[in-house]
């Protein structure tokens, strides 16, 4: 079965960047996009960035111009590097892969933006 399993988060102070990694554990066939999103408390899940099959990237309007995805296929990775990030980037991030089939959604790696 596979596994996704995201990294990177932390706690980064106002105007501060962050990489998140999202690893899965074998290649996956069928992809059809992949995303990260992310979910605050009290609030619920939404779309940060997603890339489709045809390589198509999207982007919360919030994040546009700080936010980019990028993928390495060799190491079945997905990235999310977040620059410039203000407390209301505060939330866990999640990475989710969708494929024929079930997605696949890691666990989510803790974001927190404070001074």
């Known amino acids: 079965q596979v596994q996704v399993v995201e990294s990177g988060g932390g706690l980064v102070q106002p105007g501060g960047s962050l990489r998140l990694s999202c690893k899965a554990s074998?290649?996956?066939?069928?992809?059809?996009?992949r995303g990260w999103y992310r979910q605050a408390p009290g609030k619920q899940r939404e779309l940060v960035a997603s890339?489709?099959?045809?390589?198509?990237?999207t982007y919360r309007d919030s994040g546009k111009g700080r936010f980019t995805l990028s993928t390495d296929n060799a190491q079945n990775t997905i990235y999310l590097q977040m620059n410039s990030l203000k407390p209301e980037d505060t939330a866990v991030y999640y990475c989710?892969?969708?494929?024929?089939?079930?997605?696949?959604w890691g666990r989510g790696t803790q974001v927190t933006v404070s001074s």
């Open positions: 074998q290649h996956v066939f069928g992809i059809q996009t």
């Open positions: 890339l489709s099959a045809e390589g198509t990237t």
């Open positions: 989710k892969i969708g494929r024929r089939g079930p997605d696949l």
